[in-house]
């Protein structure tokens, strides 16, 4: 299909951060007074929320937009507050410039795994949103893309809870056994319907910008969406999932392929067994997104907004964000970026989407879906 060779836009988020200025002896391939060059490829809402945080920072700049749609660069220009950047349509005439040292790229998620891989040829520094792809071929094609990549060059996903302080914090605490023998998990991202599918008289239009209605570009709202808890899981557990059973359905959203409210289990090593659950049909003014870890000793629940340490019934301390955390991720590329302490993240990545592509298929086939029979030794 032409339109699975296209680009187009995330979802709709706004921006604002402050940096601190690297001094010149911590520069490594960049002069001091030079700014990191950034090239974006997907201008929508996602990808002018990232970009704008990128240039907001005194290290670094954006110098190039790619989109297929004119009306995205003109939006994406004005909140990113670029002067006078480069606009593009393809993609690969971007990546072929030799002044853009990196890019964000911040496609829908089918359109990952090959600019990904474009990019890793191009030598480019990569900062990609979540997830990985939206199905096995395309995790796979993210992993050998990866494994040949320039040592380096940095290859970064938006999985943004891996650098958020509170999740630092609350990581350190369980791993030094603070809330005992880990010994029960929780996920879940109860929210509102963040798309709203707009008419276009273009078939193939309407599909591109409205990627987030249908399985093959978005890969469903579990990976799209909730492979961020999933990547928490794998992060805070260790591990892979042994098995996950589950179910789902559309109770409100009956005009999308993808589901509205789904239910997952997933049993891991030594007896870990996670629930999981998800909705993008609760109320306006309700949500509930985030994780929980319950051990022998007390019980950690973390969230981008805060972390909460229940230590006993009167013991409770919280940890609260004082920003987005998806300024910790930009800055910390950044910041690698410029030191040259280098950082490939993509198996990682894909692994994490796998464990969403693994609770899809559990509910997608009404069975029970283990790793080993669906993956391999992946």
């Not at 006078?84 to 349509?89: H, I, L, T």
């Not at 409100?252 to 997952?264: A, F, G, P, Q, Y």
């Not at 919280?318 to 490939?344: H, K, M, P, Q």
Request: aromatic share 8%; glycine share 8%.
């Amino acid at each position: 299909m032409k339109d699975r060779e296209q680009l187009l836009s995330r979802r709709n988020l706004i921006a604002g951060t402050t940096f601190a200025i690297m001094s010149p002896q911590a520069v490594r391939g960049f002069q001091a007074n030079s700014k990191v060059s950034v090239g974006l490829i997907g201008s929508g809402g996602r990808g002018s929320y990232d970009a704008a945080i990128v240039n907001a920072d005194p290290r670094a700049r954006v110098t190039a937009l790619c989109d297929l749609y004119d009306d995205r660069l003109e939006t994406a220009t004005q909140k990113i507050k670029a002067t006078g950047p480069k606009v593009y349509k393809d993609f690969e005439k971007l990546l072929a410039s030799p002044d853009i040292d990196a890019v964000v790229i911040a496609t829908p998620p089918f359109e990952h795994p090959r600019m990904l891989e474009a990019a890793v040829q191009a030598g480019k520094h990569i900062y990609c949103e979540k997830p990985a792809g939206v199905d096995i071929e395309g995790v796979k094609r993210v992993i050998a893309a990866a494994r040949k990549a320039d040592p380096k060059k940095n290859i970064s996903f938006g999985f943004q809870q891996r650098y958020g302080p509170v999740y630092l914090e609350a990581y350190k605490r369980i791993q030094a056994g603070q809330i005992g023998t880990l010994i029960n998990a929780r996920g879940f991202w109860i929210d509102r319907d963040p798309f709203k599918r707009v008419a276009y008289a273009d078939p193939k239009v309407e599909k591109l910008r409205n990627w987030f209605a249908y399985r093959d570009l978005s890969g469903d709202f579990i990976v799209e969406q909730d492979c961020h808890n999933l990547d928490v899981l794998h992060w805070f557990l260790g591990a892979r999932p042994i098995r996950a059973v589950g179910m789902g359905g559309r109770k409100v959203r009956t005009d999308m392929e993808i589901l509205d409210h789904l239910t997952l289990s997933y049993e891991f090593p030594n007896d870990i067994h996670v629930n999981f659950e998800a909705n993008q049909i609760s109320p306006a003014g309700f949500r509930r997104v985030g994780e929980e870890f319950t051990g022998t000793k007390g019980l950690i629940e973390t969230s981008r907004e805060r972390m909460v340490h229940r230590k006993g019934a009167k013991d409770v301390e919280t940890i609260t964000s004082t920003r987005d955390i998806t300024n910790d991720a930009v800055e910390a590329f950044l910041t690698r970026v410029i030191t040259g302490e280098v950082e490939n993240v993509a198996e990682r990545a894909a692994v994490s989407t796998l464990f969403a592509i693994l609770g899809r298929t559990a509910i997608y086939q009404n069975r029970e879906a283990t790793w080993k029979a669906e993956f391999g030794e992946l």
